[in-house]
């Protein structure tokens, strides 16, 4: 069983930067890929990034060239590195994993950007 939890949600001005935390506890060899989710208010859950176990990543075009996500398998946490934050980054921000063929989910941390 894996079990996350997300950190570093917050608000911001537009322009800002915040960096988000999920760290991985359990019975844990390695997880295949893990992500980060955002479901802003009568939107549909969209991936914003993914990163394997190898450090291959891809992201969403609407944030490409902002955010960066990196891991830390030693650690079992993902990060996500955003930059030049804009009102449309506001969401809720979920933590992922893959590991062996099933999904887990962390609570979501809420990012809010002011203009």
């Known amino acids: 069983q894996v079990q996350l939890v997300e950190s570093g949600g917050g608000l911001v001005q537009a322009g800002g930067s915040l960096r988000l935390s999920c760290t991985a506890s359990?019975?844990?060899?390695?997880?295949?890929?893990m992500g980060w989710y955002r479901q802003a208010p009568g939107k549909q859950r969209e991936l914003v990034a993914i990163?394997?176990?190898?450090?291959?990543?891809d992201y969403v075009d609407s944030v490409k060239g902002r955010f960066t996500i990196s891991r830390d398998n030693a650690k079992n946490t993902v990060y996500l590195q955003m930059n030049s934050l804009k009102p449309e980054d506001t969401a809720v921000y979920y933590c992922?994993?893959?590991?062996?063929?099933?999904?887990?989910w962390g609570k979501g941390t809420l990012v809010t950007v002011s203009t």
């Open positions: 990163v394997s176990s190898g450090g291959i990543a």
């Open positions: 992922n994993a893959l590991y062996l063929g099933m999904d887990y």
């Open positions: 359990g019975s844990i060899f390695s997880i295949n890929f």
